[in-house]
């Protein structure tokens, strides 16, 4: 059974920084390519930054320059380093497999994390 796991959300004034992590098991993580999306109260469930199995990244300009995602294939475990962040980063956000469908927050469809709350203050 494939299961994602989110860490290390939390609050945090604006200008600062976080760093989240989700650790996978019940895939072959070396072969999968993983995504961060974030879901704001009221918002869509956005894809911010993903890295494929050949290290290749992608971010969405909301984040670009700001974001930086990584992954440890040893320990199967993808990073997002979070920094000058702001309060329109405020959001629930989910690692997942991609390709494997679903959506923020639904269960039982896609391989998704259950999600971990940033909150970012002014």
């Known amino acids: 059974q494939v299961r994602l796991l989110e860490s290390g959300g939390g609050s945090v004034q604006a200008g600062g920084f976080m760093r989240l992590s989700c650790i996978t098991s019940g895939l072959t993580f070396g072969d999968s390519d993983m995504a961060w999306y974030r879901q704001a109260p009221g918002g869509y469930c956005d894809m911010i930054s993903t890295?494929?199995?050949?290290?290749?990244?992608w971010y969405a300009d909301s984040v670009k320059g700001r974001f930086t995602i990584s992954r440890d294939n040893d320990k199967n475990t993808v990073d997002l380093q979070m920094n000058s962040l702001k309060p329109e980063d405020t959001a629930m956000y989910y690692c997942?497999?991609?390709?494997?469908?679903?959506?923020?927050?639904?269960?039982?469809?896609?391989?998704w994390g259950q999600g971990t709350q940033v909150n970012v203050s002014s």
């Open positions: 997942m497999v991609m390709y494997s469908g679903g959506y923020c927050g639904v269960r039982g469809l896609g391989h």
């Open positions: 890295i494929g199995k050949d290290g290749k990244t």
